[in-house]
């Protein structure tokens, strides 16, 4: 199976997993261990059935609070890697800034090798206090971007280049350095998480790809335009293939169990942000996936309905942001069924060409 950009006359689905998230207790033991296994167990037991039901790929979130049990997203796609052997994986998205690049580019190529050359590296900013924390320093946001922009680039050179050397002003690489682990393939894929013009600008200037899940189906075709433009003034081919938008999917047979669906997920989700509240972390305003809508006091990116009217949905947002790869997770075996079976033949026969 090639990358998930691959093939730009269709659509393809990846399917996000935020371990967790995909639980079904009312009220979730998050600090029991036994809790914590069971959530790795499902996720991996998951993955074997995402490749059975034809998801073009599988993704992991990363999220360091409790109920989350999903910091360590490249441990995770590595007991994935050796369970299937077809499907994509990927991380959506690898923290960066909690990381040295060195060890990102490092395990990117060692999870290449490992799943036989299906890894996709994703790649984000994270919440800016992580990052804060992660170089140990109370930076000003004009030093964060800067320390950003030059992990962004050390990874590049290193998943790219032999005998690295790199004399930035927050990392520095004295000695000619080429990672022990190259990918399998010629170019890794990276995609960059973006919420701003300014990171479309800079995934088109790599000619990497970009997942969004925060703004307006406008501002995502907005998006997307800028975003080829800057692409094909590098000299990169790329297309709308190249962009992934996020939704979280409850979906029932009826609308009742549709609603059932969601209203579990909800429980379980706004659970987790009172857990990331609690030790007085901000939550991020910047990051889709943790918008509300209030109305319906459910998580903003959230699509529920039968088959159709699901259906339906997803095309409208394919039709208004221009993406042709959808990001989509629904929170328990039966529902991911469902939406195989009966949602995505029918949107990759109306999107086929």
């Known amino acids: 199976m090639g990358a998930i950009s691959d093939d730009t006359n269709g659509i393809k689905f990846v399917h996000q997993y935020g371990l967790g998230l995909h639980t079904t207790d009312r009220v979730p033991d998050v600090h029991n261990p036994t809790w914590q296994k069971r959530q790795i167990d499902d996720f991996v037991e998951f993955a074997q059935l995402a490749e059975e039901l034809g998801f073009d790929g599988l993704t992991v979130t990363e999220h360091h609070a409790p109920l989350m049990t999903c910091p360590s997203p490249h441990l995770l796609i590595a007991a994935a ?42 790649i984000g900013r994270g919440a800016p206090g992580e990052a804060r924390i992660a170089l140990g320093r109370d930076l000003s946001e004009a030093d964060l971007k800067e320390a950003w922009l030059e992990s962004l680039e050390l990874v590049r050179l290193l998943l790219s280049e032999h005998d690295v050397t790199f004399d930035g002003k927050y990392f520095k690489v004295t000695r000619p350095t080429s990672i022990a682990t190259r990918p399998l393939q010629e170019e890794l894929p990276i995609w960059l998480a973006s919420g701003s013009l300014e990171s479309m600008a800079v995934a088109g200037g790599y000619g990497w790809s970009v997942m969004r899940n925060f703004g307006t189906d406008q501002s995502h075709k907005e998006a997307l335009d800028y975003y080829l433009q800057v692409s094909n003034e590098h000299g990169h081919d790329r297309s709308a293939a190249n962009m992934m938008v996020e939704r979280f999917i409850a979906i029932g047979e009826t609308e009742a169990e549709a609603e059932a669906n969601c209203d579990v997920f909800a429980n379980t989700f706004n659970q987790f942000m009172a857990h990331y509240a609690s030790n007085g972390r901000s939550v991020p305003k910047s990051d889709g996936e943790f918008a509300i809508d209030k109305k319906k006091d459910r998580p903003a990116l959230t699509v529920v309905g039968t088959p159709d009217q699901i259906i339906d949905q997803l095309q409208e947002a394919l039709d208004a942001t221009g993406a042709r790869r959808l990001l989509v997770e629904t929170f328990t075996p039966d529902q991911a069924r469902l939406f195989a079976q009966e949602v995505m033949p029918v949107l990759r026969a109306r999107n086929a060409g």
């Not at 923290?95 to 090798?113: K, S």
């Open 81 to 122: 890697a050796v369970k299937t052997s077809t499907i994509r994986l990927g991380t959506a998205v690898t923290i960066l800034p909690l990381y040295n690049p060195i060890r990102v580019a490092e395990e990117a190529g060692t999870l290449d090798l490992l799943s036989g050359g299906r890894f996709e590296l994703g």
